[in-house]
């Protein structure tokens, strides 16, 4: 099931950051780090009464500035707005309603979007200010007096927020297909692919509205399978402030990613990897998504002997994070190999949801230790006591041993090649569940 996105929008020094600061500090359920870089502030994920949801945190909008940094700053929230499921639109009370609110609230109703109205730096404890009343000629519903540096009120908006998620994705024929995200960075050629997957061996394809106008949901049936197609197109050409461009770039591949099955992340062999492309893979597997390694625009590399090889070494260098995942490499513009992504996407979805019984994974397990027994500190052996598959999508292996503190990262790494060298489990990240076990005596 993929979670709701929430997007905090409204004019600068309204409190959005403190708030955010204070939802993902108070209420942090998972903290995605992708490997080699810190995690951007600006997104991040938050629970409330249960339901986990991704947290964006946005500029403040000045709609009619001409300023080229402010302006970015509108598009970049506009681009929030478009990827959320609910929004909240932070106002102050301090300064009370201005031309900028009624400009923002109704960019916000053409939207579309749900919209939760949060009356900000209202910190007296008890009835609503008087003063809050006049954010209600915003014509947005109801308002939410809070306070997001005394932590009031903040309950109240959340429920209201929940309120209006979507509702779980229902057990139906779509649960039957295989969500494939195609992400990476912009101008890599992820529309280019999607429009050759979709013009070539098709038998039904229909356009089913998304979640966003960038993130566009196609269905494709043919030979192959059925499958839904995840376009994180958007922002496509490059602009004076590109790292403002990369994070919101990343926002609609991070969104895409939640719902998917299978990513396809997609190398730009023009230019090679670059640090974008390691956000999003590391955004994959950290979320143990089945993922492929896509070298793109591979009719415009010049080729000798070995360079192939090359690349491979290459890709394996530089996402050392998932050495699971397949390489292939393409021309989305010509049609260069794009079938065989069909078969190969449908093994790691298949190797993703395979299941190995109890007695499968403590043979393993016994074979594992004889041939190179189990770490030791002070005297200590860590003792596994035995295994089993909990869980899927990706494979979750729980082992219930006698301490934690015993299991170095070397000896769990070298159970899970083992598990791959017996199993397979290509295109998919292995999950280990360490469950302490009191020793009997």
């Known amino acids: 099931m993929s979670r709701p996105i929430v997007a905090i929008v409204g004019r600068p020094n309204v409190g959005k950051s403190t708030l955010f600061n204070y939802m993902a500090g108070t209420r942090l359920s998972i903290v995605d780090d992708t490997p080699g870089v810190t995690r951007d502030r600006i997104y991040t994920e938050s629970e409330w009464r249960g339901r986990v949801f991704s947290l964006i945190d946005t500029g403040g909008i000045e709609p009619n500035t001409q300023d080229q940094i402010l302006k970015s700053m509108r598009a970049q929230a506009q681009t929030a707005i478009d990827t959320a499921d609910v929004i909240i639109f932070l106002v102050d009370l301090k300064t009370g309603l201005t031309a900028d609110d009624q400009d923002i609230a109704t960019l916000l109703r053409q939207s579309g979007k749900p919209v939760v109205v949060a009356v900000n730096k209202a910190d007296q404890i008890g009835e609503v200010p008087a003063e809050a009343y006049e954010f209600y000629n915003l014509g947005l519903g109801e308002i939410f007096a809070i306070s997001a540096e005394h932590r009031l009120g903040v309950g109240d908006l959340l429920d209201a927020v929940l309120d209006l998620f979507p509702a779980p994705e229902a057990a139906d024929e779509a649960a039957e297909r295989i969500r494939v995200a195609v992400i990476g960075k912009p101008n890599a050629g992820k529309s280019s692919l999607i429009n050759t997957l979709l013009g070539e061996n098709r038998l039904i394809v229909s356009d089913v509205p998304g979640t966003t106008r960038d993130a566009v949901d196609t269905q494709l049936d043919n030979v192959f399978g059925s499958y839904t197609l995840i376009d994180t197109a958007g922002l496509r050409k490059k602009s004076r402030i590109d790292s403002s461009i990369e994070k919101y770039s990343m926002i609609r591949s991070l969104a895409a990613i939640e719902r998917a099955d299978v990513c396809l992340i997609l190398i730009d062999a023009t230019q090679g990897a670059t640090e974008q492309d390691t956000k999003v893979a590391g955004f994959a597997h950290n979320k143990g998504k089945a993922s492929i390694l896509i070298i793109n625009k591979w009719d415009l ?72 027994p189990t770490p030791q500190d002070k005297g200590r052996h860590l003792k596994i006591y035995y295994g089993t598959q909990v869980g899927i999508r990706p494979p979750q292996i729980a082992l219930f041993i006698n301490d934690r503190d015993l299991m170095h990262f070397s000896y769990e790494r070298y159970l899970e090649n083992q598990l791959r060298k017996q199993f397979g489990f290509t295109g998919t990240p292995i999950w280990f569940l360490l469950r302490p076990k009191e020793e009997k005596t």
């Not at 699971?324 to 190969?344: D, E, H, M, N, W």
């Not at 949801?353 to 397990?365: I, S």
Request: charged share 20%; no cysteine.
């Open 301 to 372: 590399v010049e080729k000798e002997t070995g360079t192939l090889e090359d690349w491979q070494n290459q890709l394996r260098t530089t996402f050392a994070f998932m050495p699971y995942a397949p390489i292939l490499s393409l021309s989305a513009k010509t049609g260069q190999r794009v079938q065989k992504l069909f078969a190969l996407i449908n093994d790691v979805y298949a190797q993703a949801g395979r299941r190995l019984t109890t007695g499968m994974v403590n043979d393993l397990l016994t074979e594992a230790v004889a041939m190179v």
